[in-house]
């Protein structure tokens, strides 16, 4: 099986949306390969350690989940897919306890960098204003990497400030990094100039998956999530 045959089948998985680290592992762990995954029966989605509520969910769920039209809907948007068995997925987020099982990615990955991560609040103070772009100039000068989330306030402005001193840097978002669900939706120029610079926009999330309101709430399934975008706070 083509490695590009294999990715596709964790499309499934992810755009479900209640597939999360921990049942991913136990899916990686029983079967040879993620496609005899996705055409796995009840039973032995079960006997994998997955849990019966979330069996016929996705046993439902998948007649509308088609591998091939997933991987060319991300294919589309620009997005490549990197898993947790990549040698190209981050080893520092691979060494937490819930690390995401799939990343999708616009942009570059690199492993051998220095990152740091630049975050604060949206309502940016007169000081956060004057401070930030002193300590990240200097930061991406040095070959630090600054890792934001692509918010408005200090995240932008964190993005901003590495780009004008050429240096890199990667947003991680709460939502999917396709042009339709990056929010804010005015940062969405920036994101694109991040990827063009060399850095990355990545998140766990699929594509048409927008932020939402409720922090926490797993994304619905594809044929049933919204496609409007929601704000996030």
């Known amino acids: 099986m083509s490695i590009q045959d294999d990715l596709k089948y964790w499309l499934p998985f992810s755009y479900y949306g209640k597939f999360g680290p921990v049942r991913f592992r136990k899916i990686l762990s029983y ?11 009840g039973t032995d989605l079960m006997q994998a ?10 046993v439902s769920a998948r007649l509308d989940l088609n591998p091939d039209k997933l ?4 294919a589309a948007s620009g997005i490549r897919l990197v898993t947790i068995n990549d040698d190209k997925y981050p080893s520092r ?21 220095w990152p740091l991560a630049v975050v604060g609040t949206r309502k940016i103070t007169s000081y956060g204003r004057v401070v930030t772009p002193k300590i990240v100039a ?3 000068r040095q070959g630090i990497a600054i890792i934001s ?8 402005l964190a993005h901003s ?13 709460g939502s999917g990094i396709d042009d ?7 940062n969405l120029e920036l994101a694109r100039r991040i990827v063009e610079s060399g850095g990355a926009v990545i998140s766990e999330l699929p594509p048409q998956n927008p932020a939402l309101e409720t922090k926490f709430s797993a994304p619905q399934p594809h044929h049933l999530r919204p496609r409007a975008r929601r704000p996030c706070h």
């Open 149 to 156: 989330g692509l918010a408005f306030g200090v995240d932008a």
């Open 93 to 113: 987020l691979k060494e937490i306890y819930d690390a995401p099982a799939l990343l999708y990615v616009r942009g570059e990955l690199k492993e051998d960098e």
């Open 71 to 74: 991987w060319e809907e991300v």
């Open 31 to 41: 079967f040879p390969n993620m496609e005899e995954a996705y055409r796995a029966s």
């Open 49 to 58: 350690g997955i849990e019966e509520k979330y069996v016929s969910e996705f």
């Open 138 to 140: 200097d930061l991406a």
């Open 161 to 173: 400030v590495t780009l004008e001193n050429h240096g890199r840097t990667v947003a991680v978002l």
């Open 180 to 186: 339709q669900s990056i929010y804010p939706v005015p």
